[in-house]
C-alpha cells in the first residue's frame, strides 16, 4: 500500500493475542492465521498482536527484542507473517501490533543482541552507544552487565535483562523502526501500540517522529493515568491503551456502601492501616532504596554534577519528591516552559513531601521542583530528563508491584492502573468519563482485561459482589480461618486475607495455579520474602498452608457452597461490565478467551493457550438460533453481537457519536445504567444484591425517546418511548436496543 493510498478504515473493535514461540504452548503467526475466520464472525476489525520482532530465545511474551531488523523466527518469520496478514485481510480483517521502542534484551549469550555486543567489546567507542542508556561514568567506561556488578544502564524498571535505548537518537529510531515501518507501507499493519513511552526521553517527540513515519494510522500508547490525570493533549496518538476505563467500569459495578464494613473488616483481620496512601510511601520509599537503587543512584549524580558537589540535603529533599510523584511523570521538555499540568504534578508531590521532611529542609525542596521544571538561569537537561526516566519506574514498582499487594482491603481494586483507594464509581462520574473520551479521544483504546492485569475481567465482577454482601463474606472468611480451631496460619494477615479473596473470585482453581500466584504476591510484596531475597521456609509454610485449604473437603464444600451463593450476583455484574465496555465511547479490546468467562489471574496465569474449538462451537450454535445455555453463552452472545453491531454502524459508535446518559425513574433507578450511541441504547444492571432486596424492578422505567426498539441480544421488541425495565431485563440483566426497523 502506497502512503497515497487510501487510509484503512476505523477500527470498531479488536482482539488481543498473545503470541508464544517457545514449545510448551507454541502460538505463532500461522496459529493466529487459523483464527481469522472465527475472529472475523466474532465481529471485531482489527487483531491486535503482541510484539513480533525476534526475541530472546525463550521468550514467552516477545517484549525482550534482540533484532529489529527481523520478524520473529520462532513465530514462523517474514513468509509467515506475511501470510498472516493476508489472510486476516481476506477475512475483513487488519492488523494492531504490539511496538517496544523503551528496551532491548541483555540476552545469554550477548553476542544474540549484535549492537549490544559491539559496545560490551568496543565500550564508548563503538558506532552502537549512543543506542543504549548508558552511565559510562558509573561503569569505568564499559558497560556493566547483570552478575558482574552493579548495572548503573537504564533497565526497564528493576529488570537487569532489559537495557533502556535511546530512541531521541534519529539514527536509534530510524533503525529500531524500519522494518515495522515498512510493514506500515505495504499495508500488512495497520496500527502501533506503544509499549512504555513514559520510559523514553522524549515521549511527545518519539510519537511525533512516529506519527510522522505512519501517517494516518491508528497509534496508541500504554499509558496509565493517576487520579485526575489525563493524556496529554499535544501527544499524537488516538490515545491509551484502556487501563483508565478500566478502572471506572469496575467501579460502577462496586456497592460504595461497601466500603466502611469492608475496611473495618481488613483492619481488625490484618491490623493494617485503613488508607492506602499509607501504604503507597512506604512501598515508594521500599522501591527506592532497594530495587530502584542504582536508578536513585545515577540521579543523585547527575544532582552532584549540576550543584557541583554532593548535597546530602539535596538528595533527601529528591528521594522524598520522588517518592511523593501523585502520578508516573510530569513531562517537562528541557527547553520549553513546563506546561501547567507538569506544574500541578510537581507542586502537589512537593506539599506531599513536605509531609516526610523536617521543616529546614523546605527550601532544598523547593531548589530540587525548580530543578526538576527547568526554572533558574541554567536549567539542566539531563537533569530535568533523568528526574521524570526515575519516577517512572518509582511509580510502577513501587505501587503496582509492591503496594498492590501489601494492602489488600479489596482486591478487585487493585488493578493497572487502579486506585485501591478509591472504592466505588457513580453512574454520574461515570457518564463524565465517557463524554470527556467522546470529546477528546473518541478512538482511544477500552478494556477489561489485557496481559498485564492481576486479574481478570470475572475474577473481579465476582469479587464486586463482596460489597454488596459484606456482612455474609465477613461471616465466611472467620470460618475459613479458624476451621482448624485455634492453629494460626503461617501466612502475614494480608496475604491469608488476599489467599480467601482469590479463592473466591477464580473458583474453582488447582493447586499449581493457585501456588503459582501465591509466590509471586508474596514475592511481589517484598515484606517477608522478595524475587531479589528469597525467604524459601516462610514461602514453602505459606504454600503448604493453601495446600491444606484445597486438601480439606469439608472446606472446599463450604467454600463451592459461597461461590454458588454469590455467582448469579457476579453473572449480573460479568455481563454488565462487558456490555458497557463494548459499546461506551472508544474502541473495545477483548482480551484473548474473555469472550468467555475470564478468570484467570496474573501473569503468566492470564497467558495459558485458549480452547478456541470451543469458542467457535458456542458461536456456532449462538447463530443458528440456540438459547443461551450458561454464563459462557450469555457473555459470547453480548460480545459477538455488540461488536457485530459496531462494525455494522460505525456511525453510531466511532468519532462523532458522543455519548448520552439515559435516564432511568423509579425506585430501582440507581440499580440501571444506560446511555445512547447514535441509534442504539445500551442497558445494563448495577448492583444486583441491593436490587433484589428493594423488591426488583417494579415500577422503574426508561425513557429511551422514540417508539419501536428492538433487543439484538434476545431479539425481543419493546415499544417505548418508556419503557418498563423489568420487561427490558426479562431474559438478560443488559440489552442493547437499536430501532426496530434496522435489520442487524
Not at 476505523?10 to 510448551?24: E, F, H, I, N
Not at 532491548?104 to 549492537?115: E, F, I, R
Not at 478467551?593 to 496465569?605: F, H, K, Q, R, S
Not at 445494563?684 to 415500577?699: H, K, N, Q
Request: aromatic share 8%; net charge negative.
Amino acid at each position: 500500500m502506497s502512503d497515497d493510498s487510501p487510509l484503512p478504515p476505523a477500527p470498531s473493535g479488536t482482539y488481543r493475542l498473545q503470541l508464544r514461540g517457545t514449545p510448551d504452548g507454541h502460538f505463532g503467526f500461522a496459529e493466529a492465521a487459523a483464527l481469522a475466520p472465527y475472529l472475523s464472525a466474532l465481529g471485531v476489525s482489527h487483531v491486535y498482536l503482541s510484539p513480533i520482532l525476534q526475541a530472546a530465545p525463550g521468550s514467552a511474551h516477545g517484549y525482550d527484542v534482540v533484532d529489529h531488523s527481523r520478524l520473529s523466527d520462532e513465530l514462523g518469520g517474514g513468509e509467515a507473517f506475511g501470510a498472516m496478514a493476508e489472510r486476516f485481510r481476506a477475512h475483513g480483517l487488519r492488523l494492531l501490533v504490539d511496538l517496544v521502542p523503551n528496551h532491548m534484551a541483555v540476552p545469554v549469550p550477548p553476542d544474540l543482541n549484535l549492537p549490544l555486543n559491539a559496545v560490551l567489546a568496543e565500550g564508548a567507542s563503538s558506532p552502537y552507544a549512543k543506542w543504549f542508556d548508558v552511565d559510562w561514568d558509573a561503569g569505568d567506561g564499559r558497560l556493566v552487565l547483570p552478575g558482574q556488578g552493579e548495572p548503573n544502564y537504564r533497565r526497564f524498571f528493576d529488570i537487569s535483562g532489559l537495557i533502556g535505548l535511546r530512541q531521541e537518537e534519529p539514527e536509534v529510531f530510524e533503525r529500531t523502526h524500519a522494518l515495522l515501518l515498512g510493514l506500515v507501507e505495504q499495508g500488512l499493519v495497520d496500527g502501533l501500540r506503544v509499549d512504555h513511552p513514559d520510559g523514553l526521553a522524549d515521549p511527545r517527540g518519539y510519537l511525533r517522529r512516529l506519527a510522522d513515519a505512519a501517517p494516518g494510522r491508528w497509534l496508541l500508547v500504554e499509558k496509565i493515568t493517576e487520579g485526575a490525570e489525563r493524556l496529554p493533549t499535544d501527544w499524537p496518538c488516538a490515545g491509551t491503551t484502556g487501563y483508565d476505563s478500566l478502572g471506572v467500569i469496575g467501579g460502577l459495578f462496586v456497592d460504595p456502601g461497601g466500603e466502611e464494613p469492608l475496611t473495618a473488616l481488613y483492619a481488625a483481620l490484618t491490623g493494617g492501616p485503613t488508607r492506602f496512601e499509607v501504604v503507597e510511601h512506604d512501598a515508594r520509599l521500599h522501591a527506592a532504596t532497594h530495587g530502584m537503587k542504582p536508578e536513585m543512584d545515577r540521579l543523585m549524580r547527575v544532582l552532584g554534577r549540576v550543584v557541583g558537589k554532593r548535597d546530602p540535603d539535596l538528595e533527601r529533599a529528591l528521594e522524598a519528591l520522588l517518592v511523593a510523584m501523585p502520578v508516573y511523570r510530569a513531562y517537562v521538555v528541557p527547553g520549553e516552559d513546563a506546561p501547567p499540568q507538569a506544574v500541578d504534578v510537581l507542586n502537589e508531590a512537593a506539599q506531599r513531601a513536605r509531609g516526610h521532611l523536617p521543616e529546614n529542609l523546605y527550601p532544598a525542596l523547593d531548589t530540587v521542583v525548580d530543578m526538576a521544571l527547568g526554572r533558574g538561569e541554567k536549567p539542566d537537561p539531563e537533569f530535568i530528563v533523568r528526574f521524570q526516566q526515575t519516577a517512572v519506574p518509582l511509580a510502577a514498582k513501587g505501587v503496582e508491584d509492591t503496594a498492590f499487594y501489601r494492602w489488600n482491603r479489596m482486591a478487585a481494586l487493585n488493578e493497572v492502573g487502579g486506585a485501591p483507594g478509591r472504592f466505588a464509581v457513580s453512574p454520574v462520574d461515570f457518564h463524565t468519563h465517557c463524554i470527556r473520551l467522546a470529546r477528546d479521544w473518541p478512538s482511544t483504546m477500552t478494556t477489561l482485561s489485557t496481559h498485564d492485569t492481576k486479574r481478570q475481567e470475572d475474577v473481579r465482577a465476582r469479587l464486586a459482589v463482596l460489597s454488596e454482601l459484606s456482612g455474609e463474606w465477613a461471616d465466611a472468611v472467620h470460618r475459613w480461618r479458624s476451621w482448624w480451631g485455634p492453629a494460626e496460619s503461617p501466612m502475614e494477615p494480608d496475604l491469608e486475607y488476599l489467599l480467601w479473596q482469590t479463592l473466591v473470585g477464580a473458583w474453582p482453581i488447582i493447586p499449581d495455579r493457585l501456588q503459582q500466584f501465591l509466590v509471586k504476591a508474596m514475592r511481589e510484596a517484598k515484606t517477608r520474602t522478595s524475587w531479589a531475597e528469597q525467604d524459601t521456609a516462610y514461602e514453602n509454610a505459606a504454600l503448604g498452608h493453601a495446600r491444606r485449604v484445597l486438601e480439606d473437603p469439608d472446606l472446599v464444600t463450604d467454600m463451592t457452597a459461597f461461590v454458588a451463593r454469590i455467582e448469579p450476583y457476579a453473572r449480573v455484574n460479568g455481563l454488565g461490565q462487558k456490555l458497557v465496555q463494548l459499546a461506551m465511547p472508544g474502541v473495545p479490546d477483548v482480551y484473548q478467551g474473555c469472550e468467555l468467562t475470564g478468570l484467570a489471574l496474573v501473569d503468566p496465569d492470564n497467558r495459558r493457550p485458549v480452547d478456541y474449538g470451543r469458542r467457535r462451537e458456542r458461536l456456532h450454535r449462538l447463530d443458528t438460533g440456540r438459547m443461551p445455555k450458561d454464563v459462557d453463552d450469555e457473555k459470547l452472545l453480548v460480545t459477538s453481537r455488540t461488536l457485530r453491531l459496531r462494525r455494522a454502524h460505525p456511525h453510531w459508535f466511532g468519532p462523532r457519536a458522543g455519548h448520552q446518559p439515559v435516564a432511568a425513574a423509579g425506585h430501582a433507578a440507581d440499580h440501571v445504567v444506560a446511555f445512547r450511541r447514535g441509534a442504539a441504547v445500551a442497558l445494563a444492571t448495577r448492583l444486583p444484591v441491593g436490587l433484589e432486596r428493594r423488591g426488583g424492578w417494579s415500577g422503574t422505567e426508561v425513557d429511551v425517546g422514540r417508539q419501536g426498539w428492538r433487543d439484538v441480544l434476545t431479539g425481543a421488541t419493546h415499544w417505548g418511548p418508556r419503557l418498563d425495565v423489568a420487561e427490558v431485563f426479562a431474559h438478560l440483566p443488559v440489552a442493547l436496543l437499536v430501532p426496530r426497523e434496522i435489520d442487524r
